[in-house]
């Protein structure tokens, strides 16, 4: 197998590996698929805490800080940084980095930076793969850092045990952000920079959104089953100071305390099963979708199928369905 | 679809060099042309960017350096890359090199010495026609 040596160096914990096995995943779908199957059996024992929020609110500040206390007590920390693809060159700039500058040991934190490839939703397509690789590579926890969201890039709590969503004092535009698909997937919002003005209403602001939330709250057994995460959590709330590291006790006790809730409550097996359910979902979009597009590329017939549907004869959900019936999908 | 490489480069600043206009009009340029750059930043150590290469993984690493430091650090940062097995990156040095220099370097493997006033361009196709993967 062409990956099994940077695999067993990789399972020995040696970070080139990981980085080599990494490049191999972002590159490459068939690459991940034989890495992925190879070292899935060495995964799931990395806490994985996602870090969302604005542009500029302080994710990788707050990164750094959570790094320092981390390696203090002796964890191993995998970092993945996604910063977006430009739609216009397919380049990207990644700069998280220069907020993680102090020097970590290479032996207890690995951080990756990742352009998301015009992939939506806040991740890359290779993210949920290269968690495993820092996983198998033996970190104890795994932070990713999403893009900069806007209202919809929640994809994040699909792959995380916690997800920690920063907001900072004043402007109010980040409110206006959560209020939609953001407020729903949180389990703790932390209003950073909390020296700036303004900190105390903005907690305020967090709070009488959830208030209203679970005042006006539709009830349903469907939903309140299949997100029983986020259903049977209430969200906390706190202020840090990312600069200094001010109020990260509380913080860490809040993650802690999430930490138990999924295990204690048994939630833990529903986040897999949902996991686990929406990883598949994702490939099988990705590989039928080569697949069809192989098929429109190359085959005669769906050109024919097209020009009957630019005459009318044939609209685009007839000709799906003859694509299905093709690829011998039919039910 | 299933493969799409990308050119990954890692742009820096070692020493204690605090001229970074010219690494981010660098920067911008290489991502414009389709690449995915990773800044880190000024004052940057061997040892930091050395571990940045570790884990980046890329394929191009550009040293900017208007200091005067580059015989100094240079050598430290390729010695240190060999010591990890890093032999298939491009590792190219520009900013103020003055040319009696650039043999030196040169024989410790760095390429590149483009100074001030060089068209983008130049240096987006050095890239690409030098990676070494
Ligand atoms: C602007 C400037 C400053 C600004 C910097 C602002 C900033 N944040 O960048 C300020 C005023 C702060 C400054 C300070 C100093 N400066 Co000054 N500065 C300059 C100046 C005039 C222009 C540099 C610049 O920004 N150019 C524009 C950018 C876009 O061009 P560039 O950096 O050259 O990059 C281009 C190319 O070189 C190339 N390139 C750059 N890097 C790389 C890397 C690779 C791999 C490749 C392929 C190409 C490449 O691509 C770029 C695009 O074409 C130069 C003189 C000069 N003409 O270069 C002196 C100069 C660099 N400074 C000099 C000095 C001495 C200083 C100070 C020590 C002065 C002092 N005594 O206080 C301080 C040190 C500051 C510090 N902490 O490091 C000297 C350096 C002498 C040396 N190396 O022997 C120079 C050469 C002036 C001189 N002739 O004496 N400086
Ligand atoms: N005053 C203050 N500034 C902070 C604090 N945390 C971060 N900052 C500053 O906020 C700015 C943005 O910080 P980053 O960590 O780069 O923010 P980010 O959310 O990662 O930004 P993107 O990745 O670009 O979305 C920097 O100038 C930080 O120094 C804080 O607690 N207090
Ligand atoms: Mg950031």
Known sequence: MEYSNLISQLLKGHPRAAARLITFVENDIEAAEEIVNSIYEHTGNAYILGITGAPGTGKSTFISTLIKIYVEQGKKIGIICVDPTSPLTGGALLGDRIRMKQLFSIDNVFIRSMANRGQLGGLARATEDVIKI????????????????????????????TVVVLLVPGLGDDIQAIKSGIMEITDIFVVNKMDLPGADKKIAEIQQMLEFKKNYKYDSKEISEKFAKIEQWTPEITKVNSKIGENFDELLGLIKKHKSFLEESGVISNYLKNRITNETIQILKYKLTEKVEELLNSDKEIGKYI?????KSLDPYSMANLIIKMLGLEK | MSKERKIKVLCCKPGLDGHDRGVKVLARALRDAGMEVIYTGIHQTP????????????????????????????????????????????VAVGGIIPDEDKTFLESHGLKGFYGPGTDLKTIVDFVKNNLKR
């Open chain 1, 134 to 161: 820092l996983d198998a590579y033996g970190c104890d926890i795994v932070i990713v850092e999403t893009v900069g969201v806007g209202q919809s890039e929640v994809d994040i709590f699909k792959s995380a045990h």
């Open chain 1, 307 to 311: 020009d009957q549907a630019i005459k």
């Open chain 2, 47 to 90: 040892d930091d960017i050395v571990n940045t290469v570790i884990q980046e993984d890329p394929d191009a690493v550009m040293l900017s350096m208007l200091s005067g430091s580059h015989n100094a650090i240079c050598p430290i940062i390729m010695d240190k890359l060999k010591e990890h097995g890093i032999d298939d990156v491009l």
